[in-house]
């Protein structure tokens, strides 16, 4: 949505030098933050980008733990992976979910602090920890509020979806989900004839080609013993995002 566009060939390269991720902050927040970026080669200039990104991150409140500028520079990959997935967290999966919080009296997300925490004692450098004020506990209320909206749309279609993990293997959740948009969509009495990899592959199919939801995940993501729940969670957030009268 960048313009002009920005193009991510490798994540763990291409955010080493801030760029990727102010652009990536500004079309999330609608906030500038691209007139601060330094284009250079020079690993300060880098680091310096970076920080200013984490500095924003502070100040809208995202929890970022144990993730500094100069782990993002070098592409540590389980903290570029961390600090993106609290991008997703915050930005779309915890404003969705207080949505529902809003429209629903039987969940109950609570929100962090309104404003970052304050600590004179850190340094003004760009490899400064940060620590925000969102707790874990308030990332589990926001997964929880999803859940709760996910079992209302898909226990009328008799699909029993206890987490964001082993649930989702058979296919028929995001099928049921599907289903709850536009009932021509599904079948479920012929999903229940089908494999898991058969529904896994349409609901993914059916989600993107008719109700223009991306494919960020393929049968072969879910049917595992431990399917990832940050990518679950995110893929059925986009279902929300996309059609947010469901919501009530």
């Known amino acids: 949505q960048c313009k002009p566009p920005l193009k991510v060939k490798d994540l763990f390269t291409d955010i080493q030098d801030g760029k990727i991720l102010m652009a990536l902050l500004e ?8 007139h601060e970026y330094k284009s250079s080669t020079h690993r300060i200039f880098r680091l310096n980008n970076i920080a200013k990104a984490l500095k924003f991150l502070e100040d809208s409140n995202v929890k970022l733990v ?29 404003e969705l979910t207080g949505n529902l919080n809003r429209n629903s009296s039987s ?3 609570s929100s962090g602090p309104s404003g ?13 920890e940060r620590n925000m004020s969102i707790t874990v506990k308030d990332q589990r209320k926001a997964i929880r509020a999803l859940l709760i909206w996910v079992q209302r749309k898909t226990r009328k279609y008799g699909v029993a979806v206890q987490d964001f ?3 989702w293997r058979s296919g028929l959740a995001f099928l049921a989900i599907i289903k709850a ?3 021509t969509l599904v079948d479920m009495k012929q999903a229940l004839e089908k494999s898991a990899r058969e529904n896994l592959e349409d609901a993914f199919s059916i989600a993107q080609n008719k109700l223009g939801v991306p494919r960020l995940l393929e049968p072969e993501d879910i049917m595992v ?6 990518s679950i969670v ?10 947010p009268e469901l919501e009530g």
């Open 107 to 109: 969940s109950s997300l």
């Open 116 to 128: 970052p925490e304050s600590d004179t004692s850190h340094p003004s450098t760009p490899s400064v």
């Open 181 to 183: 948009i536009d009932s």
């Open 225 to 230: 013993e431990s399917p990832d729940e940050q």
């Open 27 to 34: 079309v999330l927040s609608g906030q500038k933050l691209m």
């Open 66 to 94: 144990s993730i500094d500028a100069a782990e993002i520079a070098d592409g540590n990959s389980s903290l570029v992976l961390g600090l993106i997935w609290n991008i997703i967290l915050f930005f779309q999966i915890k």
């Open 234 to 243: 995110t893929y059925v957030a986009q279902f929300l995002e996309h059609f």
């Open 165 to 167: 993990a082993s649930s």
